[in-house]
């Protein structure tokens, strides 16, 4: 999409790079895949925080879901409006509930009765009412990585079919709470169709017998994220495929699905390009030394994940497998493991592809380590969207503790 090694000699590395031009596409064949029904996509803010990634999102549309107060700011902060901001997650804190409904936000999605409760005092201390949507935890194996898996009693996401039809019941009573939505998310990078299409059935049912049964009429059909993409060789799900497998248990509802997904939109979008420090074996082991580290990107250490890996400049040589790792201090700290690579040299690029979400934004300042700086490329044009941390600012907060 463009020239690597520009920007990493602008730039420096290790060196984030965002190609707006393939959100927007990811977006919009998204969105396309949901014509004829109402629907809002809302960004998942976590997969890549950063104020320009969202606020390109917002340009284009979508809403945004929200696992902190602080990605709830960020959100309205890039331009998000309040009537497509969703606040969710599995512990939010007393102060975190307040601001959302002061924020006048679209919902809370709540995933425990007592969570339920604690927004309900809340609401009702201000004088307000709260809109909520319950997450429902479908029992569903979505057949992901163990990690990212979400939708299964054993984690500890949302509340079971019989939890959550009493908690309706008690919201669509009480002053304090209105009860606009129902929401499912089973994991995340999904390869599969029936694991959703299953979820959507179940929870479509019970929004139907709440219906029925009580004349609880919800406005909002909230499928979660987890759309996956291809990172090595997996088979993927298109994106009309997905909407489909939805919308098929919908019919005849008059509601407006919701859609959250973050991988999706950014995963591909981004790369991640680190220099080469050195070359070492140990015994017949071959370790590529490079810049950048688990600290920047997280998901091969955490995950196992794989990423691919290019070279910026032709290379002469028989590709051998390498260990790429980073200088950090911990044996899981690298970004390939035996990944074929021709011999390489002192300060050459190497990019890793589908950087673009959970990269950044999983990055630490462990051993000390500023964390890189971001870049966007928009039709060509290529601008700093986050400056590299100097070591003033790992430090600042500690400072200002300092006598
Ligand atoms: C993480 C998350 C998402 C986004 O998941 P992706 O796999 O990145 O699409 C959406 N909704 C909720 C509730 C999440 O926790």
Do not use: W
């Not at 909407?243 to 991640?272: H, K, W």
């Not at 420090?277 to 950048?292: I, T, W």
């Amino acid at each position: 999409m463009t020239d690597f090694n520009s920007l990493a000699d602008a730039y420096g590395t290790p060196l984030y790079v965002y190609d707006f031009d393939a959100m927007r596409e990811q977006y919009e064949k998204l969105k396309e895949a949901f014509r004829g029904r109402k629907s809002l996509l809302a960004y998942a803010v976590k997969a890549n925080s950063n104020l320009s990634v969202v606020g390109h999102f917002a340009r284009l549309g979508a809403g945004a879901d929200c696992v902190s107060i602080g990605e709830v700011r960020r959100a309205m902060m890039a331009g998000v409006p309040k009537y497509k901001v969703i606040f969710s997650g599995v512990g939010k804190r007393d102060d975190e509930i307040r601001e959302a409904i002061e924020r006048d936000i679209l919902y809370i999605n709540v995933e425990s009765e007592a969570e339920m409760g604690r927004v309900e005092l809340i609401a009702a201390e201000l004088e307000r009412t709260a809109r909520i949507s319950i997450r429902v935890n479908p029992n569903i194996d979505p057949k992901t990585h163990p990690y990212i898996s979400t939708g299964l009693h054993d984690n500890k996401f949302g509340v079971d079919i019989d939890t959550a039809k009493r908690m309706y019941i008690r919201a669509n009573a009480s002053e304090a709470l209105d009860p606009v939505g129902i929401h499912f998310h089973i994991g995340s990078q999904l390869t599969e169709l029936d694991p959703i299409r299953e979820a959507s059935e179940i929870v479509a049912d019970l929004v139907r017998s709440l219906h029925a049964a009580v004349g609880i009429e919800l406005k909002f059909f909230d499928v979660g994220g987890g759309l996956g993409v291809r990172y090595d060789d997996e088979t993927t799900i298109e994106p009309y495929d997905y909407a489909q497998a939805i919308l098929s248990t919908l019919t005849g509802m008059d509601i407006t699905v919701v859609c959250e997904p973050g991988r999706f939109l950014t995963a591909n979008a981004g790369y991640f390009l680190t220099r080469v420090l050195y070359e070492k074996r140990n015994g017949s082991k071959r370790f590529v030394v490079v810049d950048g580290a688990m600290n920047d990107l997280l998901r091969p250490s955490l995950y196992k994940a794989y990423h691919y890996i290019s070279a910026a400049k032709p290379h002469a040589g028989t590709p051998t497998p390498a260990d790429v790792v980073g200088p950090v201090c911990e044996s899981g700290d690298f970004l390939a493991k035996d990944y074929p690579l021709p011999p390489m040299e002192h300060g050459d690029l190497l990019i890793v592809h589908s950087a673009g979400a959970y990269g950044f934004g999983m990055g630490s300042n462990y051993n000390t380590r500023g964390r890189s700086a971001e870049v966007a490329v928009e039709k060509g044009e290529a601008r700093l969207i986050r400056m590299r941390e100097t070591f003033e600012d790992l430090i600042a907060a500690e400072q200002a503790c300092l006598d």
